[in-house]
């Protein structure tokens, strides 16, 4: 018999290792599979869509937001990995009824290591995740080292239009920001509070007046036009279309999101 305790603090006991996984988490199914525990993932989101073939051949469970209870239930889980975020309390008292459900916290990317840590030790997979672990460490460092000379620039990330919403501080994105020497306008703006803030796009001169427009291709899809009505809005700003996969998604994805910046980087020059 183990204990462990989750990102959120709650305690877990496991008298053998976890065999039968529902994911509710796109990133953290990912992950997971990243681990070599395909043949345990029995359950996943309809947003799971890294590995594209999961689709075919895992149960889908409903959404991030909206699961399907009895569905999960008949897959007889053994534990269920959940988000603070992404995945509402309700949800998880609910749904800990049929199981234990393990909820991760991800704000920082030292979060995201804790994370793979965490499901090394709780799945028997600590050789795999040691050599993620290593991986990310590896290739963070190489790109902090490629961005020591680069100046900081202001930014503002969007998410959403109609009505227009952004990233803000205390999130994921943000912290991807910062990797990145992007000062987000909205992180701590006291007039928007909240992670991901409805704001007012015709302030944006008076409010932060940022270098680059960055739009998410996740969750919606923008469009030209909205990127020229953005623009309008600065000073000087470019407006770059950027992967929200990317950005937003922790788990082993992350190994991917150095050389992206690297090229990033490079077009905006």
Known sequence: MKIYIDQIGNHHVFETTPK????????????????????????????????????????????????????IRLLQPDIIIANKEENIIEIVEELSKICPVWVTDIITIEDNLQMITDFG????????????????????????????????????????????MVAGGDTFINEMLKLNKFENIYDNNPKYEGRYPEVVVQKMRIQGDPDLVLLSSEPFPFTDEHAFELGRHTHHAKTVFVDGEIFSWYGSRIIKAFDYFKIMHQKIA
């Open 20 to 71: 039968r996984i529902v994911s509710l988490v796109p990133s953290q199914t990912e992950l997971l599979y990243d681990l070599g525990l395909e043949e345990s993932i029995v359950g996943i989101t309809k947003f799971c869509v890294h590995p594209f073939h999961f689709k075919s051949t895992k149960k889908i469970i409903g959404g991030t937001k909206k699961v399907h209870f009895e569905k």
């Open 121 to 164: 030790a709780l799945f028997n997979k600590r050789t795999e995740s040691q050599k993620w672990m290593d991986k990310i460490n590896f290739a963070r460092n190489d790109f902090n080292h490629f961005m020591k000379d680069k100046s900081i620039q202001k930014v503002a990330y969007f998410i959403w239009a109609n009505p227009y």
